[in-house]
């Protein structure tokens, strides 16, 4: 398996960050390599969040991102709701 990245996005308060510990624990349980990074844009709230996840099978300490590679873009995205999602996707 190649990379995978995931990202969950949403508002404060929706379950961001517990949603992407879970998908983390489970995945490094299974024997995955995981490398995590978080977004705080805004603690309050209905605020915008977002959950980074890199997944391999050989070792990783960063996460690729914004090369414009295939490796940089994301898999799967967990969004929870429409304004999230052109949000994520103005950033990458």
């Known amino acids: ?5 995931v990202t969950i996005a949403g508002v404060a308060g929706q379950g961001v960050q ?6 983390t624990q489970t ?3 299974q024997g995955y ?9 805004s603690r309050i709230h209905g605020g ?12 990783i300490n ?3 991102m914004g ?6 873009l994301i898999e799967i995205i967990f969004n929870f709701r429409k304004e999230t999602e052109r949000w994520k ?3 990458s």
Do not use: C, H
Request: aromatic share 8%; net charge negative.
């Open 89 to 91: 996707l103005q950033q």
């Open 48 to 59: 915008q969040n977002s959950y980074s996840i890199r997944i391999s099978e050989a070792p």
């Open 18 to 23: 517990t949603i992407g510990d879970v998908l």
């Open 27 to 29: 995945a490094a349980a």
């Open 62 to 64: 960063a996460p690729v």
């Open 33 to 41: 390599a995981v490398f995590n990074w978080k977004e705080y844009e």
């Open 67 to 72: 090369n414009g590679s295939k490796r940089s």
């Open 1 to 5: 398996m190649e990379d995978l990245n």
